[in-house]
């Protein structure tokens, strides 16, 4: 079918827009100026929505203040609300990484909420004349404060699905320690023997490691409260009418249902990545953490019977094209790959930050790529680590006991009854002859073998 066109224009000159899109001249230009990872802003539904949350609480606030009429603000709202509730994000199709410090990204919800409006106006696309993206969408706005206040709601949509899918892999965890509780085994020091251990003891901790973390995100979330919308250009305020940014500041509160501030300064404020910089530390601490736990459910779950093979993860996928019978720990490993991508992500967030020049930073846009998709695969990671291995792993109880039982690690309770140089002169003896702990006792120290044995119950 033959593509029709509508003629748009803008500060540089004239545009071919597809006839249907509600985008418009902005946005098709940046669809061909930036064209670098294929993924765009309606992959990242949580932007598109704060984008439209914004635009609502700015044309509310105007219509208050005596800037917007009535009627133009209800089409401006009602084509919000359509967006909030997941209609046109397909129209949002800037790649998320810009030029322009997000201006393209801003620009393709103006457009997309002016063509909107226009239509529940009963206008067609692009008849700016009525109802205009920058005029009337954009008034008493930047991209300067749309865009990172934008960024900071999404942040914030984010944490409640990051958080629940922790809490799913504590209780997972929580419940293998309970079950694991009366399984002893051997607990490791550099990969060596080291003290006997429960394995519920052992998986407890897994617990209680990312528990403290839902506790330091919601220590860090409270700073991305703080935005600087109705800072227009710079922080200046610009082409605001007075008391504007109070009142957004409140309408935004109201209809994103968060308890957002208005900075303390502004301008400080729009060119400053200090809280986003310190949420992507955090995700990044959490990518260390969990990628650690899955190198020991990994270690742990070797072999089965030439590696440690305590633990039996679910088998979810054939382990080898050549090698019959092979179940590879998939989701562990695809768990450790999630936290390397994080991990990576956190540094590209730290060089946006601080590329940051004078009173604005253009390096925004791949700041929020990192930090929103760092956010979305931890909480897949979580979700799949849970439902996919832990609640499914099974000890090896037999293995667990006979590798106890060939151990020295009993030999730690021999010190506060022989002391420590007696007490390893045994457990050397023991590992010399690979005998048992009771065997080098009497060997060694002369005793019975009951003596022997009765000092290490």
């Keep these: ?95 998320m990484v810009q030029g322009g410090a997000g201006t393209s990204t801003n620009m393709n919800a103006n457009e997309v909420i002016a063509n909107a409006a226009l239509a529940h106006l009963g206008l067609p696309f692009g008849d700016y004349r009525v109802l205009h993206p920058n005029d009337d969408v954009n008034r008493s706005q930047s991209t300067n404060d749309v865009y990172p206040s934008a960024l900071r709601l999404a942040m914030l949509a984010g944490i409640g699905p990051l958080k629940a899918a922790i809490s799913s892999l504590v209780a997972a965890f929580n419940e293998k320690a309970d079950e694991f509780r009366p399984i002893m085994k051997v607990g490791r020091t550099q990969l060596q023997d080291a003290v006997p251990i429960s394995l519920g003891d052992e998986f407890a901790a897994f617990a209680v490691t990312f528990s403290e973390d839902c506790r330091r995100i919601d220590e860090v979330a409270a700073l991305l409260h703080e935005i600087n ?48 910089v310190m949420f992507s530390g955090m995700l990044k601490r959490i990518a260390v953490k969990i990628s650690k736990v899955c190198n020991d459910l990994r270690l742990l779950s070797s072999g089965p019977r030439a590696g440690i093979g305590e633990l039996v993860l679910p088998p979810i996928q054939a382990g080898s094209s050549i090698m019959p019978g092979k179940v590879n720990p998939v989701i562990p490993e695809v768990v450790n790959q999630v936290a390397f991508q994080v991990i990576g992500n956190d540094l590209t967030v730290t060089l946006a930050a601080e590329a940051g020049q004078l009173q604005l930073n253009a390096m925004e846009p791949i700041a929020a790529l990192n930090v929103l998709q760092s956010m979305r695969m931890l909480s897949r990671a979580f979700e799949h680590l849970a439902e996919k291995c832990v609640r499914g792993i099974k000890a090896d109880e037999q293995r667990c006991a006979s590798l106890l039982a060939n151990s020295l690690v009993n030999a730690v309770d021999l010190v506060h009854q022989l002391g420590y140089e007696r007490a390893a002169r045994v457990a050397k003896h023991a590992m010399t002859f690979r005998c048992t702990l009771v065997d080098s006792l009497c060997e060694v120290e002369g005793l019975s073998y009951a003596e022997a044995a009765q000092l290490l119950q």
């Design 229 to 276: 919308l109705g800072g227009t250009a710079v922080g200046t305020g610009t082409n605001t009418p007075t008391g504007y940014a109070p009142r957004v500041i409140e309408e935004l509160s109201r209809i994103s249902g968060r308890p957002l501030r208005l900075a303390d300064n502004l301008i400080e404020a729009s060119s400053e990545l200090g809280d986003i």
């Design 1 to 95: 079918m033959t593509q029709t066109y509508r003629t748009e224009r803008d500060s540089l000159g004239e545009v071919q827009v597809p006839a249907s899109a509600m985008y418009g001249a902005h946005t098709e230009r940046a669809r061909g100026n930036f064209q670098f990872t294929a993924l765009k802003l309606s992959d990242f539904p949580e932007l598109v929505v704060a984008l439209a949350m914004i635009k609502k609480a700015a044309a509310l606030t105007n219509r208050d203040l005596g800037v917007l009429s009535a009627e133009k603000s209800q089409a401006i709202c009602e084509a919000c609300e359509e967006v909030i509730g997941g209609q046109h994000h397909d129209q949002f199709v800037v790649d």
